[in-house]
């Protein structure tokens, strides 16, 4: 008999791994996926993983097979080599190799392929099933029931958005609280919370494609994270795979579009010869790069974010990964963020003396350790794109032509550059997953033992009226 149940809204990498956490911590929570694809397929093409998140691999036992569908095999320092690139003579600028170089990469599609083959009840996992809305009632036991867009429902004692950007479950949630914002009389509050169901444009924008690699070109690429960084653009490549694909990205920063509302589709797809008319006059591996890419051309992405929320839970639901903080992707780790979410929140649900009756505390526990920390790495992320297309500041002087020519920025001032790279990544150092792991469960049979003292007090008192 399950002590309560967990519905999981997105069979997503994120959505995957919350379960296989429940799995292995939680095994007698009972858990059921919801997805509305009618088969399961990941978007996007290259992820790579670092340490925080590969420790969260290793616990869920799932390291040795990751290790042999990984980009780079089973040699974690990759280090990450930062060209100033948007010239004909190129040149190198800056390496990270420290430990904070170790990457792992991976094709997403091959990674879901790993999580779901972990799941001991696929059974589990449901197709077709668009969320609509849920309904939470008042009682603290009392079961929700989720809505579907073909007309069915389920009920849970815990509803878990892990539904993407667009998250339907954050817009339910969030229209929930800002109509309790208006009953209360606070409108500018409810007003507020409404701001935080819609996703806001980044201002960049990333063409993504893949490339066979080969003997010629395998060798041109090698084995590390290649940032060609040029004025307001720039190109990311690294093996995935086992080597046998290059992942590409071209990176387009307008901060003055910030916060705008983005004209035409999130997601297209334009021509190779557009890629290469935009990178016109780089440095000869960055043109290459762009040639190996095929007929069938790049796939355009307007990045867009998730606004920073007050709160990741209400009752006894929740948000996790890009449902919770969707984020730029230049320090390569918003899915490893919404593995922290899944594997905080998995490990918590699984400890003793957390029952049906006492859900939202560690749910509270889940929002207060997670999302100082998630929502710090997506300002982080936004910075470290901005220093990648030289956006900062101290470079407002130096135009794309300028740049171009070689005369600018100066390598004192690419040495800046790099001192602030390294800085708004630092967050990692000295941090770890299992340390805020510790702290969160701490925290909660702190607060578990306050709440059983205070129910304790409560019938002593009623006993004695």
């Not at 010629?216 to 004025?231: D, I, P, V």
């Not at 960055?286 to 209400?314: C, M, R, Y």
């Not at 990544?425 to 969160?440: L, Y």
């Not at 909660?444 to 129910?455: F, V």
Request: glycine content about 10%; charged content about 20%; aromatic content about 8%.
């Amino acid at each position: 008999m399950p002590k309560f149940t967990v519905a999981i809204i997105g069979a997503g990498l994120g959505g995957l791994l919350f379960a296989l956490t429940l799995q292995k911590f939680a095994p007698d929570v009972e858990f059921h996926i919801y997805e509305s694809a009618a088969q399961l397929s990941e978007i996007g093409a290259g992820v790579n993983f670092q340490p925080r998140t590969w420790f969260i691999i290793r616990e869920l036992g799932l390291d040795q097979e990751l290790l042999q569908i990984a980009g780079n095999g089973e040699r974690p320092n990759m280090a990450m080599v930062y060209r100033k690139a948007d010239q004909k003579e190129g040149y190198t600028f800056h390496i990270t190799r420290d430990d904070e170089a170790e990457n792992w990469t991976f094709h997403r599609a091959e990674l879901q392929k790993v999580f779901l083959n972990n799941l001991h009840a696929p059974e589990r996992i449901h197709l077709g099933k668009r969320f609509v809305s849920y309904t939470q009632p008042d009682a603290s036991t009392g079961q929700i029931e989720v809505q579907f867009q073909d007309g069915s429902t389920a009920v849970c004692d815990l509803l878990v958005g892990a539904d993407g950007i667009k998250s339907g479950v954050r817009g339910a949630m969030y229209t929930h609280l800002a109509e309790q914002a208006r009953n209360r009389g606070e409108e500018d509050k409810a007003l507020l919370l409404k701001s935080c169901i819609p996703a806001s444009f980044s201002g960049v924008v990333v063409y993504r494609a893949l490339v066979k690699l080969d003997r010629t070109n395998g060798a041109l690429h090698g084995s590390n994270l290649l940032m060609y960084c040029g004025k307001d653009k720039h190109v990311v490549a690294f093996p995935i795979a086992q080597g046998r694909l290059l992942n590409i990205a071209s990176v387009v920063t307008n901060p003055a579009l910030s916060g705008t509302i983005y004209e035409g589709p999130w997601r297209s797809r334009v021509s190779r010869e557009e890629l290469i008319e935009m990178h016109k006059g780089w440095e000869p591996a960055v043109e290459g790069i762009l040639k190996d890419v095929d007929e069938s051309g790049w796939s355009k992405w307007a990045i867009h974010a998730v606004n920073q929320l007050p709160t990741f839970v209400d009752g006894r639901v929740a948000l996790l990964g890009d449902a919770a903080h969707a984020m730029t992707p230049h320090q390569g780790v918003g899915a490893g963020q919404g593995f922290e979410d899944a594997y905080v929140l998995g490990r918590l649900l699984g400890q003793p003396g957390v029952a049906l009756g006492n859900i939202p505390v560690p749910l509270k526990m889940y929002d207060e350790i997670r999302r100082p920390v998630a929502q710090n790495v997506a300002a982080r992320s936004l910075k470290s794109g901005q220093l990648h297309s030289f956006i900062a500041p101290e470079l407002d002087a130096i135009s794309p032509n300028l740049s171009a020519s070689g005369n600018g920025p100066t390598k004192e001032q690419l040495g800046l550059v790099a001192e602030m790279i390294e800085r708004v990544k630092d967050w990692r150092k000295g941090t770890t997953v299992e340390k805020d792991c510790q702290a969160a469960i701490q925290k909660l049979h702190e607060e578990l033992g306050q709440t059983s003292l205070a129910l304790d007090t409560e019938t002593a008192v009623s006993s004695h009226v």
